[in-house]
């Protein structure tokens, strides 16, 4: 059974960082891309970031590219998004994300095969 666990949410400054986790289990690094979307209120679910060992692939989102970088733990089975420089804008929940065979190239949400639960972070001003 694949299951995909999200932690490392909360509250934070504009401004601020935060680090979540997503500990994968029951899926081989080597098959599958692991990532992560986000939802805000009253929005859609869009990709922020994907990593895909197979190939080396990684993808983050335009409206959070140098502020965001995805990285992996393979050991650990781990996917990691650092967050930096977090806006208001970036409130939200976040979720993890498991696709087989996806390289990243199409990070979308009717692609995806597993979904972990969410993770909220929310930045104030």
């Known amino acids: 059974e694949v299951q995909l666990q999200a932690s490392g949410g909360g509250l934070v400054q504009a401004g601020g960082s935060l680090r979540l986790s997503c500990l994968a289990s029951?899926?081989?690094?080597?098959?599958?891309?692991v990532g992560w979307f986000r939802q805000a209120p009253g929005k859609e679910r869009e990709g922020v970031a994907c990593f895909a060992k197979r190939g080396g692939f990684t993808y983050i989102a335009d409206s959070v590219k140098g502020r965001f970088t995805i990285s992996s733990d393979i050991a650990k089975t781990t996917v990691y998004l650092q967050m930096n420089a977090l806006e208001p804008e970036d409130t939200a929940v976040y979720f993890c994300?498991?696709?087989?065979?996806?390289?990243?190239?199409?990070?979308?949400?009717?692609?995806?095969?597993?979904w972990g639960k969410g993770t909220l972070v929310t930045v104030s001003s």
């Open positions: 029951g899926l081989s690094f080597d098959n599958y891309a």
């Open positions: 994300a498991a696709n087989r065979n996806e390289l990243c190239g199409k990070w979308t949400v009717s692609r995806m095969d597993y």
